[in-house]
């Protein structure tokens, strides 16, 4: 707040110059206004090099002052060749100034190039800061688990988005392609969610290099200049930088680093998705993306089924895990067989057989 006080108190103090001494031959509010607008200007000025690194002021400072000195030079030869006049007057200012705006505009994209750190003194802290710059790829930017990684804490330093990966994504974002547009887009959503985290600095630099048309050689070339990381996911990139002395962070690495170790001998549960490309097999994914291959299990696709780690198998693009399911241990174990309750016992009891009487004669009548 105090700050915008004093650029307020600023342009007001230039504003009231103007109008007392009236330096533009004007009315006194015409002349007052065009010293605010002059005002505005040079705190708009002292508010874009509030960004701009020491390296790079100093490398503006001393780009100027040698345009500066040559376009004096050329000022000589322009008297001595060119008849006094206005024309004399006009090219004297037009080469000073090219001169000047061609110093400051080499000397500051030059500037990184300074090692500060040599001087010693107040320039030593330049040192810490050498090596913490980390170069966006468009293919990180697009994929977007680096925003993921940048609000979790780990990603530290000045965070370079360079102004070709920009037009890059702009030409991704504006394509015909349905596909292609909305993962441009998505990369400009990720741009901004990096933007809003609180403890990352997001720098978008000029810099580029007109001789170079890959995309990913001027990344390579930008790191060289700037001594930093390239962050991408992009297996050729990765490989050609390494070649080239550059370092990198890829993000497919980290993330096949973070999966859980699985040993030989251990048993998982996996749901079988699709067929194998060998015989019999089945294919089942872990939630982290590890493909799961599995011998026997052709026949249980569509079902979960318990599996044996046979091998782990670790390559570039990620983990491969190799399992088997055992058909005769799933069948081994009889279903088990539902036992009846207890009867109550019932204790039965013989009726007695009456014993057969014996036959008896009846007596005749008589007559």
């Given at each position: 707040?105090?700050?915008?006080?004093?650029?307020?108190?600023?342009?007001?103090?230039?504003?009231?110059?103007?109008?007392?001494?009236?330096?533009?031959?004007?009315?006194?509010?015409?002349?007052?206004?065009?010293?605010?607008?002059?005002?505005?200007?040079?705190?708009?000025?002292?508010?874009?090099?509030?960004?701009?690194?020491?390296?790079?002021?100093?490398?503006?400072?001393?780009?100027?002052?040698?345009?500066?000195?040559?376009?004096?030079?050329?000022?000589?030869?322009?008297?001595?060749?060119?008849?006094?006049?206005?024309?004399?007057?006009?090219?004297?200012?037009?080469?000073?100034?090219?001169?000047?705006?061609?110093?400051?505009?080499?000397?500051?994209?030059?500037?990184?190039?300074?090692?500060?750190?040599?001087?010693?003194?107040?320039?030593?802290?330049?040192?810490?800061?050498?090596?913490?710059?980390?170069?966006?790829?468009?293919?990180?930017?697009?994929?977007?688990?680096?925003?993921?990684?940048?609000?979790?804490?780990?990603?530290?330093g000045i965070i370079v988005t360079p102004q070709f990966v920009l037009r890059e994504l702009?030409?991704?974002?504006?394509?015909?392609?349905?596909?292609?547009?909305?993962?441009?887009?998505?990369?400009?959503?990720?741009?901004?969610?990096?933007?809003?985290?609180?403890?990352?600095?997001?720098?978008?630099?000029?810099?580029?290099?007109?001789?170079?048309?890959?995309?990913?050689?001027?990344?390579?070339?930008?790191?060289?200049?700037?001594?930093?990381?390239?962050?991408?996911?992009?297996?050729?990139?990765?490989?050609?930088?390494?070649?080239?002395?550059?370092?990198?962070?890829?993000?497919?690495?980290?993330?096949?680093?973070?999966?859980?170790?699985?040993?030989?001998?251990?048993?998982?549960?996996?749901?079988?998705?699709?067929?194998?490309?060998?015989?019999?097999?089945?294919?089942?994914?872990?939630?982290?993306?590890?493909m799961v291959v599995v011998d026997n299990a052709r026949k249980m696709i569509g079902k979960?089924?318990?599996?044996?780690?046979?091998?782990?198998?670790?390559?570039?693009?990620?983990?491969?895990?190799?399992?088997?399911?055992?058909?005769?241990?799933?069948?081994?174990?009889?279903?088990?067989?539902?036992?009846?309750?207890?009867?109550?016992?019932?204790?039965?009891?013989?009726?007695?057989?009456?014993?057969?009487?014996?036959?008896?004669?009846?007596?005749?009548?008589?007559?």
């Amino acid at each position: 707040m105090d700050i915008i006080f004093v650029r307020f108190l600023f342009v007001v103090v230039v504003a009231i110059t103007c109008f007392v001494i009236q330096p533009f031959g004007q009315p006194a509010p015409v002349d007052a206004g065009i010293g605010a607008l002059i005002g505005s200007a040079i705190v708009l000025f002292e508010w874009k090099l509030r960004t701009v690194s020491l390296k790079r002021l100093i490398g503006a400072a001393i780009g100027s002052i040698l345009g500066i000195c040559g376009a004096y030079l050329f000022a000589l030869v322009i008297r001595s060749s060119v008849p006094a006049g206005q024309t004399q007057s006009f090219l004297q200012i037009l080469v000073m100034l090219l001169m000047a705006y061609v110093g400051l505009i080499v000397g500051a994209n030059k500037g990184d190039l300074l090692n500060l750190a040599a001087l010693g003194g107040i320039f030593g802290g330049e040192k810490q800061g050498k090596k913490s710059y980390k170069i966006l790829d468009t293919s990180v930017i697009i994929d977007g688990r680096i925003a993921d990684i940048a609000e979790t804490g780990f990603l530290d330093g000045i965070i370079v988005t360079p102004q070709f990966v920009l037009r890059e994504l702009q030409l991704v974002a504006d394509s015909a392609d349905s596909l292609k547009r909305n993962r441009g887009r998505r990369g400009l959503d990720i741009l901004q969610r990096l933007q809003k985290v609180a403890n990352l600095t997001i720098q978008i630099v000029e810099d580029d290099f007109p001789a170079i048309r890959e995309v990913d050689l001027k990344l390579i070339e930008l790191a060289k200049v700037y001594e930093g990381k390239i962050i991408t996911n992009d297996f050729n990139l990765n490989k050609v930088a390494q070649l080239q002395g550059v370092e990198v962070l890829n993000i497919n690495e980290l993330a096949n680093s973070l999966k859980p170790i699985v040993l030989p001998g251990e048993s998982m549960r996996v749901f079988i998705l699709k067929e194998g490309k060998e015989y019999n097999q089945g294919v089942a994914y872990l939630d982290d993306g590890t493909m799961v291959v599995v011998d026997n299990a052709r026949k249980m696709i569509g079902k979960t089924i318990d599996v044996s780690v046979t091998s782990v198998l670790q390559t570039t693009a990620g983990k491969m895990i190799f399992g088997k399911w055992d058909e005769r241990g799933s069948y081994s174990r009889p279903a088990p067989v539902p036992v009846a309750a207890p009867q109550p016992a019932v204790s039965v009891v013989a009726a007695p057989v009456a014993a057969p009487t014996p036959a008896v004669a009846e007596p005749k009548p008589t007559a």
